[in-house]
């Protein structure tokens, strides 16, 4: 069995409709139009009245296209939780890939999948010995001014990276598998002093086109042996 996890319920609303209603998914994308001036009306929606009259699939969908056509594809938030990433003004985005959508279908269906919406550490309160756990939270800034504040309308702070690795510890202790992704700065880098760090290179502009993608250093964090024979 496996658990998907995140505290954004628009997130995972659209992995709840991916897995039941793929093909109303695929139809309703295809409504969108890659203008700045449908891009703001779309992304108006959530500081509206109508917002809450929308059904699963047109907010997963709605999710979608700003992803696909907002600067750098980024999920970002004001304080109130409405969207405030910009129109990215991509010539081709791919709106709809309906590839993509099936396939996450086919496997949310076919393996034993649990999607919650919790808090972090609520969703690894039943992991047992052995089980493995993968954490990609929120990264730490590079510096003061990167500082992104996006997804969720509490930001992840310093302190919440901590009870984050406070969490890591208990699992540690509990025998579970655990890796975490984050940032390469020394604040993660002292934080997990006590286990296996390993510096990757990543895509961290994720843009629709794919174009300028810069590679930068992450931190990957292991509980249990790095496996250098490979
Ligand atoms: C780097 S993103 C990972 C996104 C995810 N892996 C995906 O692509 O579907 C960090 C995620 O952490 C989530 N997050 C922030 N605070 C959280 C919390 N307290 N508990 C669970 N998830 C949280 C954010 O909503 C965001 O989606």
Request: net charge positive.
């Amino acid at each position: 069995m496996a658990i998907i996890n995140d505290v954004n319920p628009e997130l995972i609303n659209c992995y709840n409709v991916i897995r039941n209603l793929s093909i109303d998914l695929i139809e309703d994308l295809k409504k969108h139009k890659n203008t700045s001036e449908y891009f703001y009306k779309i992304r108006e929606l959530d500081r509206t009245y109508e917002f809450k009259t929308l059904s699963p699939v047109e907010r997963a969908s709605r999710i979608i296209y700003l992803n696909k056509t907002c600067y750098n594809g980024l999920f970002r938030v004001n304080k109130s939780g409405q969207f405030n990433a910009p129109f990215g003004r991509y010539k081709n985005p791919n709106i709809i890939n309906a590839d993509i959508i099936k396939s996450i279908n086919c496997y949310l269906n076919n393996n034993n999948v649990r999607i919650l919406n919790v808090d972090f550490a609520k969703s690894v309160e039943t992991a047992r010995k052995g089980d493995f756990i993968y954490f990609d939270p929120p990264y730490d800034p590079i510096s003061e001014t990167a500082s992104f504040t996006g997804y969720s309308l509490n930001q992840f702070s310093k302190s919440e990276q901590e009870r984050l690795r406070d969490v890591f510890d208990i699992l540690t202790m509990k025998g579970c598998l655990v890796m975490l992704s984050n940032s390469a700065t020394e604040f993660i880098a002292k934080l997990y002093e006590d286990y296996n760090i390993i510096r990757v290179q990543a895509n961290r502009n994720i843009n629709s086109v794919g174009t300028e993608r810069k590679k930068i250093d992450e931190f990957l964090i292991l509980n249990y042996p790095i496996d250098d024979k490979k």
